[in-house]
């Protein structure tokens, strides 16, 4: 990543690309990948300075995320370098992962490199060493973050969230995703040094509950996305304290009652309450008007009558519906499900006991699909399914997956409907023929097909061979 220059050998002569008119030049270094022009600059002094002055004044983003093991610390080392501080005025976001981008933060937040004061988000994952001493030196060294992506920093706990409350007062995303020593108590810092947060993800901390998120939607009054995962110790008491916060969000915003914004609670755009084994009463979301994406996957607690008051309450607005493997709601949920959620374009029923009268009350007033999951739903036939693609001529991704009953006139159906279709999963779907598969593909936008478990793998075989021939651009997966 060294940015000097190799000088010209006895006899050779400058680069023809260096006659070109400067304008030009300039522009093909601007449509280069930022790292191949890290690497024309080792060509000539021209090359380097031309990068110097055009390529690394613009830069505001460099993400090393895609590079090899010890590339990622070779990258941050000069990222870092003090010489290079002039030449990156406007670098405001590095990202990076592994082991190897661990080393040369620690060396620029020992020396206070100046670029590191100009980052306003700082993304690492899988920095699986890194301690709560050192994530400390770090932020000290960049206390304008307003982004911190930490996931998979699994050494990571309270200690941790106690020091960014402390150092970082501008924060505004957070991702804490499997910080297994996480707790309430760190949470509870977090959002108390960190009153501006919208966006926080706290996905695998197991010891994070109720109390702590009651809390951030009490005093982060710009919540506005919350994911949290596999957590036992998230109850019901967290819905009611996030409806409480929306409603009070909702009074401020009408200029109703002399409380401050700030002192108002939170207008959760984004739950996402995975795997929470205690979760049931969801109609206490009601009162989140502002409620655009809810994930419920993986909570079997919640049932028909508490998912049918929620959205009674705050389906107008919602736009993403996941209820995967909630096996407590019923096929009678999604009669007037359209209706209550008028504007609704993704929608995940997998693993849900369903029977094609429940899918033909849902296409009675639903029209906006884009995405519909109803994987493992095994009792569906054509007769069910077909209503609803049709009334769905947007959609775009279909997972199908272990719909044994389904056949070729479904898939003929969907070809005249969804010519749209994009994405389309069909796993274990064994009465499905070649001939009609390719015959949906030519039809549609198809860029992605799934196809394990129909045939045989001479079958098979020929059938990506036929998909390939009709669509090349067509990604397979079998």
């Known amino acids: 990543m060294d940015i000097e220059h190799v000088p010209l050998g006895p006899g050779e002569q400058p680069l023809p690309l260096l006659q070109l008119p400067s304008l030009c030049l300039t522009r093909i270094m601007h449509l280069l990948p930022f790292q191949s022009c890290l690497l024309l600059s080792v060509v000539c002094r021209e090359l380097r300075d031309l990068v110097q002055r055009e390529i690394l004044r ?8 895609n590079l090899p093991g010890t590339h990622v610390g070779e990258a941050l080392a000069w990222t870092f370098r003090s010489s290079n501080a002039p030449h990156l005025p406007f670098l405001r976001s590095v990202s990076a992962s592994g ?43 960049c206390p304008n973050l ?29 991702n804490c995703s499997d910080w297994s020593a996480l707790g309430d108590g760190g949470v509870a810092a977090l959002a108390l040094g960190c009153s501006g947060l919208e966006d926080v993800a706290l996905d695998g901390c197991l010891r994070v509950g109720s109390e702590s998120l009651a809390l951030l939607a009490r005093v982060c009054p710009r919540l506005r996305r919350l994911s949290i995962s596999k957590s036992y110790a998230v109850t019901d008491s967290a819905l ?13 915003a009408g200029g109703i009652g002399s409380s401050g914004a700030g002192a108002a ?37 919640v049932e028909t009558s508490a998912l049918r008051s929620m959205l009674a309450g ?49 296409a009675a007033d639903c029209s906006t699909l884009q995405s519909l999951s ?22 775009q991704d279909l997972d199908m997956e272990a719909l044994y009953l389904c056949s070729d006139a479904l898939l003929g159906r969907l070809a005249a409907a ?25 039809a549609t936008r198809m860029s992605a097909l799934l196809v394990s478990g129909i045939m045989d793998e001479a079958g098979t075989l020929d059938l990506v061979a036929r998909v390939k021939a009709a669509r090349p651009g067509c990604t397979m997966h079998w």
């Open 240 to 252: 009611e304290a996030l409806g409480v916060a929306a409603a009070a969000a909702a009074v401020a």
């Open 99 to 141: 082991s190897a981008a661990l080393q040369p933060l620690l060396a620029a937040a020992a020396s206070q490199a100046a670029v590191l004061r100009q980052l306003t988000s700082l993304q690492l994952d899988c920095v699986k060493q890194l301690q709560e001493t050192q994530l400390e030196a770090i932020l000290t060294a």
């Open 265 to 301: 609670g939170c207008g959760i755009q984004e739950l996402l309450l995975r795997q929470c084994p205690r979760v049931s009463l969801v109609g206490l979301l009601g009162r989140c008007r502002a409620l655009t994406s809810l994930d419920l996957s993986g909570c079997p607690r």
């Open 58 to 65: 613009g830069v505001r983003s460099l993400a090393f995320d």
């Open 418 to 442: 969804a010519p749209r279709l994009d994405r389309l999963c069909i796993r274990m779907c064994h009465r499905l023929s070649a001939a009609a598969i390719v015959d949906l593909v030519r």
């Open 146 to 174: 307003e982004v911190l992506s930490l996931p998979r920093c699994g050494r990571l706990g309270d200690a941790a969230a106690q020091a960014v409350g402390r150092l970082l007062p501008r924060l505004r995303v957070a």
């Open 374 to 395: 109803l994987a493992w739903c095994t009792k569906i036939t054509d007769a069910g399914l077909a209503p609803l693609v049709e009334r769905n001529p947007g959609l």
């Open 314 to 362: 705050c389906g107008g607005g919602l736009t993403s519906l996941q209820l995967n493997g909630c096996v407590g709601v019923g096929g009678e949920a999604l009669v007037g499900l359209g209706a209550a959620c008028p504007r609704l374009a993704r929608l995940n029923l997998r693993g849900l006991t369903l029977q094609d009268c429940h899918l033909r009350d849902l």
